[in-house]
């Protein structure tokens, strides 16, 4: 049996939702009981997929010699707000990728550079036993973030910018929307999530007048929607529409059960 391992920030939950709903490979899915769990397996429960919830402390030790045969997933989810502080990120990642990697014989990264933070992270863990991979495009690159895995890595990411000719846009996939005041909070707009009138300032300030629903093609988030339209109104924002798609968080994923069976 293989043992593959998620660590993930939940603006990825959406993606990971699909990757489970849609690999029938997965024998075995083990949630780590924490309190960021609770996005994640609200989408597994509405979807009908099974999972057991358990403490890390209680899960099994990785089998040996190949005992047991599929693909047993672990996913552990980490708050959103480590994005606040990046040496903090970094650690917090740093030290749970030392920390799965007794259960795992792979560890997958949700993540990207992140204040480039992480972008040596596989180098730094190249002597494990466990082979620990974080999202990259083809070329090799990590990729910049949660939006730009979604747009399919750095060039898209520059096409959009560049096309909004000097215009601010806010990137909003589903995640963002449901998210958005506990991020202007940890990206230091304001202290309060319901001051809107500080968060506009600041996003006035920065030129933004825009605000990106990006269609991803995943639905787990069922008021997305009304959600972008909300944060357009208290924004005094224009929608645009962008097309994205989880293609390269499942390339990634593919890859690294690819390394996990030669």
Same mark, same amino acid.
């Given at each position: 049996?293989?043992?593959?391992?998620?660590?993930a920030c939940?603006?990825?939950?959406?993606?990971?939702?699909h990757i489970?709903? $849609?690999?029938?490979?997965?024998?075995?899915?083990?949630?780590?009981? $924490?309190?960021d769990?609770?996005?994640?397996?609200?989408?597994?429960d509405?979807?009908?997929?099974?999972?057991?919830?358990?403490?890390?402390?209680?899960i099994p030790?990785?089998?040996q $010699?190949?005992?047991?045969?599929g693909?047993?997933l672990?996913?552990y989810? @980490?708050?959103?707000?480590?994005?606040?502080?990046?040496? $903090?990120l970094?650690?917090?990642?740093y030290?749970?990728?030392?920390?799965?990697?007794?259960?795992?014989?792979?560890?997958l /990264? %949700?993540?990207? /550079?992140?204040? !480039?933070?992480?972008?040596?992270?596989?180098?730094?863990f190249?002597?494990?036993?466990?082979?620990v991979?974080?999202?990259?495009e083809d !070329?090799?690159?990590v990729?910049?973030?949660?939006?730009?895995?979604?747009?399919?890595?750095r060039?898209?990411?520059?096409?959009?910018?560049?096309?909004?000719?000097?215009?601010?846009? %806010?990137?909003?996939?589903?995640?963002?929307?449901?998210?958005?005041?506990?991020?202007?909070?940890?990206?230091?707009?304001?202290?309060?999530? !319901?001051?809107?009138?500080?968060?506009?300032?600041?996003?006035?300030h920065a030129?933004?007048? !825009?605000?990106?629903?990006?269609?991803?093609? /995943?639905?787990?988030?069922?008021? %997305?929607?009304?959600m972008?339209?909300?944060f357009?109104?208290?924004?005094e924002?224009n929608?645009?529409?962008?097309?994205?798609?989880?293609? /390269?968080?499942?390339?990634?994923?593919?890859?690294?059960?690819?390394? @996990?069976?030669?």
């Open positions: 049996m293989t043992v593959l391992s998620f660590i939940r603006m990825f939950e959406d993606e990971i939702a489970i709903e $849609n690999d029938p490979g997965i024998g075995k899915i083990i949630v780590v009981d $924490n309190e769990r609770g996005g994640l397996t609200g989408k597994l509405a979807v009908g997929c099974t999972y057991e919830l358990l403490p890390l402390f209680s030790p990785k089998p $010699n190949g005992e047991g045969e693909l047993t672990i996913v989810m @980490l708050e959103l707000a480590l994005h606040a502080r990046p040496d $903090n970094k650690k917090v990642v030290d749970k990728t030392e920390e799965l990697s007794r259960y795992a014989d792979g560890i /990264l %949700f993540y990207g /550079l992140c204040g !480039n933070v992480l972008g040596k992270i596989e180098e730094d190249s002597s494990s036993p466990c082979i991979r974080i999202l990259k !070329n090799g690159t990729v910049d973030d949660c939006i730009g895995a979604v747009l399919g890595g060039a898209a990411y520059l096409e959009k910018l560049t096309g909004s000719r000097g215009v601010g846009t %806010f990137f909003m996939t589903p995640m963002w929307a449901a998210h958005w005041r506990e991020m202007v909070v940890s990206a230091g707009m304001t202290q309060d999530p !319901n001051d809107i009138k500080m968060s506009k300032f600041v996003f006035d030129g933004y007048k !825009n605000v990106a629903r990006m269609d991803t093609g /995943l639905y787990y988030e069922k008021d %997305f929607d009304f972008v339209e909300e357009a109104r208290l924004f924002f929608i645009i529409e962008m097309r994205a798609s989880p293609a /390269l968080v499942e390339d990634c994923y593919s890859k690294m059960c690819a390394d @996990l069976r030669s």
